[in-house]
């Protein structure tokens, strides 16, 4: 069963921001990002409990090549995108974005 993937507002300018920076270092490198997360957005539609929870409600799906964290919920047969957060950063700091 496919579920809906909602990007919600701080992870959709998290996303941008990541896509922007990327395509200033290489041309194409952001499109390459987007093409993965559109991937791991499929993934997450057909299998919402691939990855492990993270904290709470959250669960952190991994984009090794590019060291993002899409931090998600399943909720209601929906999977809403909160957080797409660089994980060279404390866990003190992504919790706090998480709102934790």
Avoid at 9 to 21: G, P, R, V
Wanted: one cysteine or more; proline letters at 4%.
């Amino acid at each position: 069963m496919n579920r809906e993937v909602i990007i919600l507002k701080d992870a959709e300018s998290q996303l941008l921001n990541h896509f922007a920076w990327l395509e200033d270092r290489e041309p194409d490198l952001g499109t390459a990002f987007h093409v993965a997360c559109d991937q791991a957005f499929a993934i997450l539609s057909t299998h919402p409990e691939i990855a492990p929870r993270y904290a709470g409600r959250f669960r952190r799906y991994l984009l090794k090549k590019w060291q993002v964290g899409l931090f998600y919920s399943h909720e209601g047969g929906r999977i809403l995108i909160h957080s797409a957060l660089h994980l060279r950063q404390s866990p003190a700091a992504i919790r706090k974005t998480l709102g934790m």
